[in-house]
Each structure stands twice: as structure tokens, then as C-alpha cells.
């Protein structure tokens, strides 16, 4: 994916420990869903079939609270709208983890402006401290973190170095062992 997304930049692919994200369902600021690589013949089935469950349910559905209804509806247009992909990306088995502002509670979390490729926007940033606010969950940096792949790019030892030294800093135990050189094929510009 990195190959896409950094231009001549050295892009690294993180691999994450999905537990502390299945023990975070609970938390309303944020959440983690799988990415869906349906065709649209295979996402109209399932709007179809939830469409179908709501008409089974009806009556149990009018006695829920309304707040927890809307949040469901606007869960599901939301994992629609921004966890799709096409499905020759399935071999990517991609989660994301998700916070809406102004809609999500925001706890835990904090705001902050950034930029992003040249453009200012405000980013949302989830603290992965030990003493973080949920660290008793295990979010943090040396519990998620699995393996780091680096590039492709011109200067892998380079680009793993730093990252070692980063990963260290950050507690994270036995860090050369967790870095991978990929051996995709692809050349970059020089810059």
C-alpha cells in the first residue's frame, strides 16, 4: 500500500496486534471495523439483507433508545463510505480504526492542526503513552506495534536505522527483529 500513498518518500507498513482494538469495543470515541471489498452487486445484497433484519425486527428496534439507533444508521453509512475498497485489494485484509468528530464522543482523544501533503486540516490523535488514557487496554506503541516494513526505497538500511533507533526509544523490545526490508521491486526517483 505505502508504494501509493508516499511518492518519493520513503514509505514504511506498519503491522499491528489487532487485540487491544477488539477490547476497545466498548469505547464510544473510537472504533475498528475491517475494510469491506464487496463488489456492488455483493454490497447492495447486503443493504438488501440489513434492510430485510430492520423490517424482521421493527418492533424491537422501536423499543430502543433513538440516540443508539441513529449511531448504528450512521455507523453503517460511515463504514460504507469510508472502509470500501475495491475488491482487488482483499489480499490487504485493511482495518481502520475510525472517529467521526462532532458526531463520536471525543475522550481520550485530542485535536490537533496539521499538514498533510501541503494541505492544513485538523487531525485527530489518539495518545499510545504507557500513562495514556488507554493503556489498560494495551494502546500502546510497544503492545501494537508487530513489525514495521520498510520501503520499497532507494535507502532501506537507512530508513530502517532511524527506525530501530526510533522504535527503542519508544520502548518497544527486540526492535531489529521486528523490521523487515520489503523486496518489492520498484524504483524511485531520486530527489
Same mark, same amino acid.
Given at each position: 500500500m505505502w508504494r501509493a500513498y508516499t511518492g518519493n518518500y520513503a514509505g514504511v507498513a506498519l503491522v499491528l496486534n489487532p487485540e487491544p482494538f477488539t477490547q476497545m469495543i466498548q469505547d464510544p470515541s473510537f472504533f475498528s471495523v475491517p475494510v469491506s471489498y464487496a463488489t456492488e452487486q455483493e454490497l447492495k445484497q447486503k443493504?438488501? &439483507?440489513?434492510?430485510? /433484519?430492520i423490517e424482521e425486527h421493527h418492533e424491537f428496534i422501536l423499543t430502543q433508545p433513538r440516540d443508539l439507533i441513529e449511531w448504528y444508521f450512521s455507523s453503517l453509512l460511515r463504514k460504507i463510505a469510508t472502509a470500501s475498497k475495491h475488491q482487488g485489494f482483499r489480499e490487504e485484509e485493511e482495518w481502520r480504526v475510525m472517529h467521526t468528530r @462532532? #458526531?463520536?464522543p471525543s475522550d481520550g482523544l485530542r485535536y490537533e492542526t496539521g499538514t498533510i501533503r501541503g494541505i492544513p486540516q485538523i487531525i485527530t490523535k489518539l495518545s499510545l503513552h504507557r500513562d /495514556?488514557? @488507554?493503556?489498560?487496554? /494495551? $494502546?500502546?506503541?510497544?503492545?501494537?506495534? &508487530? =513489525? #514495521? +516494513?520498510? /520501503?520499497?526505497?532507494?535507502?532501506? @538500511?537507512?530508513?530502517?536505522?532511524? +527506525?530501530?533507533?526510533? $522504535?527503542?526509544t519508544a520502548g518497544i523490545p527486540d526492535a =531489529?527483529?521486528? +523490521?523487515?526490508?520489503? =523486496?518489492?521491486?520498484?524504483r524511485m526517483e531520486p530527489s
Open positions: 443493504l438488501l &439483507r440489513t434492510a430485510a /433484519g @462532532f #458526531v463520536d /495514556g488514557p @488507554f493503556a489498560s487496554k /494495551g $494502546m500502546t506503541i510497544p503492545n501494537l506495534l &508487530r =513489525q #514495521v +516494513i520498510i /520501503g520499497p526505497t532507494n535507502y532501506p @538500511f537507512v530508513v530502517a536505522e532511524a +527506525i530501530e533507533t526510533a $522504535m527503542i =531489529q527483529s521486528k +523490521i523487515k526490508i520489503s =523486496q518489492i521491486p520498484l
